[in-house]
């Protein structure tokens, strides 16, 4: 009797923490990647970041850098690095003023934003839309894919001392994704 009524407990409590840590993982959605006129054309955003969400709340400042690499496939070769774009997001929580203060720089326009509601915040700052990664016509006929890279990490000194601090990773959250391979054809 004892046996029948233990291992079906101990089997549950063995399955049950399993459950929620594949549920809370942050992933990227996309990249959709669209040809206009002769332009690459990505947007992407990644979802399913609860604790990236709670650190927002509670005011702590972050910076969410998303990057997008265009790549050459090459065979019995390394993949050649075409271009790149980067585009770095911050966000801070004013707690007197009860907003969000948030701006994105991609290198050479800085847009800042101030939010009274989160979930209008989050669709703009986890958001990335039309990055022109690069013009068609100035790549050689080959198969490509994208490479996207998002980290994150806190912008608040964390009151520790000395040799602690080179101890704390600098990025609390690093994904990445790549798109499927596509053909750019001969475009003279």
Not at 102 to 126: Q, V
Not at 163 to 174: C, N, R
């Amino acid at each position: 009797m004892f046996r029948i009524i233990i291992f079906p407990i101990i089997f549950l409590c063995l399955l049950l923490p399993a459950i929620p840590s594949n549920a809370a993982t942050p992933y990227i959605v996309g990249p959709d990647m669209t040809i206009i006129d002769n332009n690459i054309i990505v947007n992407l955003s990644i979802d399913n970041v609860t604790e990236l969400e709670k650190t927002i709340k509670s005011g702590i400042k972050k910076e969410i850098v998303f990057t997008v690499e265009l790549l050459r496939i090459w065979k019995f070769w390394p993949d050649e690095f075409i271009v790149s774009k980067k585009i770095e997001k911050f966000i801070t929580y004013d707690n007197l003023r009860e907003q969000y203060s948030a701006s994105s720089y991609d290198g050479l326009n800085r847009i800042e934003k101030h939010f009274g509601d989160y979930n209008s915040m989050r669709d703009w700052i986890f958001n990335v839309k039309s990055i022109n990664l690069a013009n068609i016509k100035g790549l050689d006929p080959s198969s490509y894919y994208i490479r996207i890279v998002v980290e994150s990490k806190s912008l608040e000194d964390l009151p520790l001392l000395g040799v602690l601090t080179h101890f704390i990773p600098e990025v609390e959250m690093s994904m990445a994704k790549e798109t499927l391979p596509f053909v750019i054809e001969d475009n003279q």
